[in-house]
């Protein structure tokens, strides 16, 4: 009696169980359904599953036996369903979002990052526009990452949720969708709005032209007053650039008639005051925009100085949206609002008793700092102005003897043709910086051939050094005769940073090479090269380069986006940089060392690939994405730069190939870069592997065809002429580009190596993975080479990081006014000694010990 009583309870029990499972399976089925509407699989999944919960009006063993057999069928098909629907939905979580967000956002970052600096009131309220708009456009990029960051946590689940937990994910997907809707409306309106600050500062320029043309004038005078007034109300009046710069060109001529001036002053001064009235009509939509600026780029960027205005468009306001047929065709709302943040810095101070104490030594002479002086303090990261560079020198050389060069020049080459009977005659002439091309167009039937051997004879006709002769010249259907000119044109640095082409790059990794004959400046990008050779006898122009390409990268990258690690055998050449926050390491001087530290980096970029695959980014741009959306430190961009390839390959040739091979191989997908020079351009040094993984090269003048030949594969650099003149090649050109490079003096690279040495920043970076760049002698030999005891500032640095009760090389740096190298050497010194523990990510260092124990350490 007492096993039946048991037996029967076991059946209610297992009864109980089953239609417990099946309300749950009947729950899932119903959040399936409802993100999954008109499945009819679904629906007779429910069915029967409601059927099987009604039950029979007596309920036997055997109904409960198929019962469970059934429920467990169902359980497993709906367990498949829903991890194929996850996998749906995975690929639909990838699919959110703007494509390539990250460079639609340094491109408007690009545009807003550089002031208006002339004192004018027009050029004030222009500044405050652009950094509203700035701020704007950072406030949209962390909504944007917000949403990213919930996209991801949720993608990296996906695949295991339950089918109530895809219904919620479903709904957080399409209200995340809605809001990167939003967020398009608002990312096209500031993307017009960027364009336009970019285009107001060629107004600006002709504004401060004519009033220097024109001082004083009521007609400038009254539109720069009325502009000034019209643009602090709101950057709506952005959009009317080309009305004011039709204007001003009316005025322009019109201040420049000889015979009306007065009348003309008049005219201007009423047309002036009514046009602006008229045209500053408040208006509150930005749907018809008038202008853009169309740049052309070519192998990297290669452009014009001449800006074209058309129709803007926004790589936003077209795009769709595509995640299981939900579409967003974005358009201009500018009443969705942008949510604004206030950016600050927030800085410690010391204690009034112990600063007191410390005033006297962090205020006074500062004898053998790293940085400018002791009048100059530390300064935030920031990118240099153009003011630190020497000012343009303009010298027109008179166009009438230009002329008559070049007319001479044409008859001794057609004389030169005549003579050795070749039927040709020259078409056109193009003046370049150092060359001027002739163009010749052969006569039918003549081979091109016999043209190529004329370089010396052409040569001694024209009485200059050499004549290169380009057969035929990419595109066209004649052959160019590049002739030196009598007077060079000087290129200097600051011309080439001012130009539109570098100024507003799309480059990732924009560098400054020179301007081509047709005298369009050449701007390259690193990060598609994505190694470069530069190679040259001496004199010729090779370390003026190497000082451009740095010159380059610093005007446009802080030290957290991008690092150098320098290595220069001959110790001259970048031992000006050695200080500045942009280096890893100090410079690398000796080449015993240098085969180490690219064997180190070697190793941080293996880490760096491990890092990349933790979180599946194929490329630095996407970890760095993935990263800020999973709060994780950034990796920045590493330049490595050896000035003397040829001092290392003689030293330790094994080690240096193998390193320089390895990284040249793999290393681009890290964000690694090489730039490579040598003056000695022999096989011996350039190797075959070397330059099998060094695709791009910057040849300058050679002794001969056969160093011309190991650097580009090709004739040519031996007919170069020197000082900065060069033929640059990077896969996709069809030939060499002939370039003359600009000018950078030593005295500019002082003086911008000061500014940069003055700047100040936590360096996370150098502190988690700088160890990969010493040698093993700094890795492992322990703290006496750590300890610097000649340092007169070590002894003030303890003190001061235990007044402030925590250590950070950043205050030391602004503190002390000692350059970033200084205050890291310090750092390194004070945790060598005990006084502050380790680094830990990006928290300030611990102070270990406290005021009674300094006389322990250094002494009384």
Known sequence: MRNLAKSRAEFYADIAQLRSALQDLDRDLLALSKLFPGSSELERWRKEVNKTLAGPSKLTPEWLGEGQADQKAWQKAVKGFTRDRAQDMYLQFQNEGMPDFEGWLRKCKTLLQESFNDPSGSSAAL???????????????????GLSRERDNIQATVKKMSPRELERASVQHGRRLEHYGKIALDAADIEIYAEAISLWRSLVDAIVELSHKFPGHSSLVKIEERLSEELRRGRKHLLQFEEVRGELDRLERSLRSEDTVEANVKTSLEDGDGFLNELFVAEDSVSSPKFTADFESLGGEVRSDETKFAAPTSSFSEMTLDSKGLSANITDDPSIPLAGNSLGEITGSLPTEQEASLSEQLTGSEAGLTAV???????????????ILDPIDHTDEDPEQVAREVETRVHKIDATLANFNLQGRVVSSVRGPTVTRFEVEPAPGEKISRFANLSDDLALAMAVGSVRIEAPIPGKSVIGLEVPNAN????NFREAAEIASFRLSKARLPLILGKSIDGEMVVADLSKMPHLLIAGSTGAGKSVAINTLIGSLLYKFLP????????DPKMVELTPYDGIPHQLRPVVTNPNDAADVLLGAVTHMERRYKMMSKIGAKNLDQYNEKARNLDLPEMPFIVIVIDELADLMITSPKEVESAIMRLAQMARATGMHLVLATQRPSVDILTSLIKVNVPARMAFAVSSGHDSRTILDNLGAERLIGLGDMLYYQ????????????????NEIGKLSKFMQRQYFDDDFVEAYGVDFDPPALRDGGTEGIIDWNDDKLRVAAELVIAEGQGSVSRLQRRLQVGHARAGKLMDSLEALGVVGAHVGSKPREVLVDTQELPNIFGK
Do not use: C, H, W
Not at 373 to 387: E, F, R, T, V, Y
Not at 488 to 491: F, G, K, Q
């Open 488 to 491: 060079r044109d000087l290129i």
């Open 731 to 746: 896969p996709g050109l069809v030939k060499p580009v002939r370039l003359q490079g600009p000018f950078i003096s030593e």
């Open 373 to 387: 002086g002791s009048d100059a303090g530390g300064l935030p990261i920031q990118l240099p102005g153009l003011d």
């Open 127 to 145: 500044d405050a526009l652009r950094k509203a708009i700035d701020l704007d456009l950072t406030a949209l990029a962390e909504r944007y990452r």
């Open 560 to 567: 957290t986006d991008l690092r150098f690690l320098m290595i």
